[in-house]
């Protein structure tokens, strides 16, 4: 999806080709994407944090944003250390994490800056819950190629990610994203598109930029007001119930 000034929308739909790895798939999505004219950056989870898609991002003005794994290698003072493993030694006290507030909810961070496997520098945080500072299952982990964002920028941005997933959930419960029995892969597609289409309409369609939610309800309304005003308008132009039938059918 393609985020700008608060507009969000859906780019492209790629069927998955087990010939080519998820990360090539990436890669090519973002060969085709504009050079962005201002600061841009490219929001992943952490299956997309590769040397290889942060690269490819760079040559087309994206700095990335993402999610990292735990288990990822980092190399404070020059030790080869998990994250996971750096953390817990970290949060045996307080000492270096910020408390930081995000959509309203507070995380106490720490903030590492230097190389990790296969990237030459990057921030890397470190963060929990305050509630659950310390905790090993409420460790999460964020990275940032662009090392002058403060803590607070970086966490921001990487919640601009979360309309993707509101997208698909949206998807499922209005577009049928869940329920479609095509098999064909030109079926898929074709539905891909129409389901976008009709997103865009919701969104877009009505007037002026608004949530799916606003629009989807507005263009139902909309939908079942012009079917009441036909059936009107064929029940006054009736005489009796088979003549109504014949001009509602």
């Known amino acids: 999806m393609l985020s700008c000034n608060g507009i969000v929308l859906n780019y492209a739909f790629v069927m998955y080709n087990k010939s080519i790895s998820k990360?090539?798939?990436v890669q090519n999505i973002a060969k085709e994407l504009p050079v962005?004219?201002?600061?841009?950056?490219?929001?992943?989870?952490?299956?997309?944090?590769?040397?290889?898609?942060i690269n490819t991002f760079v040559q087309k003005g994206f700095h990335t944003i993402g999610a990292l794994k735990t288990n990822r290698l980092?190399?404070?003072s020059g030790m080869k250390k998990k994250l996971s493993e750096l953390a817990a030694e970290r949060s045996t006290t307080h000492k270096g994490f910020d408390l930081v507030t995000v959509k309203k909810r507070n995380y106490y961070v720490y903030r590492?800056?230097?190389?990790?496997?296969?990237?030459?520098?990057?921030?890397?945080l470190l963060s929990y819950p305050e509630k659950a500072f310390g905790n090993p299952k409420a460790l999460r982990a964020f990275i940032s190629t662009n090392v002058s964002l403060s803590t607070q920028e970086i966490l921001s941005c990487y919640?601009?990610?979360w309309p993707i997933e509101i997208f698909f959930r949206q998807c499922k419960n209005h577009?049928?994203?869940?329920?479609?029995q095509i098999r064909s892969s030109k079926g898929i597609q074709r539905y891909w598109l129409l389901m976008s289409l009709t997103h865009y309409i919701c969104v877009t369609g009505t007037g002026g930029y608004r949530s799916?939610?606003?629009?989807?309800?507005?263009?139902?309304?909309?939908?079942?007001q012009e079917k009441y005003q036909y059936l009107f308008l064929c029940a006054k132009a009736s005489d009796d119930f088979e003549a109504f039938m014949k001009l509602a059918g």
């Open 159 to 161: 919640v601009c990610r």
């Open 23 to 25: 990360i090539d798939i």
């Open 112 to 124: 590492y800056e230097g190389n990790l496997s296969g990237i030459e520098n990057a921030v890397v």
């Open 74 to 76: 980092l190399y404070p």
């Open 212 to 224: 799916f939610q606003d629009g989807y309800h507005r263009i139902c309304s909309a939908v079942h």
């Open 175 to 180: 577009l049928a994203l869940d329920t479609y």
């Open 36 to 53: 962005p004219p201002v600061m841009s950056y490219f929001l992943c989870d952490c299956w997309y944090v590769s040397e290889k898609i």
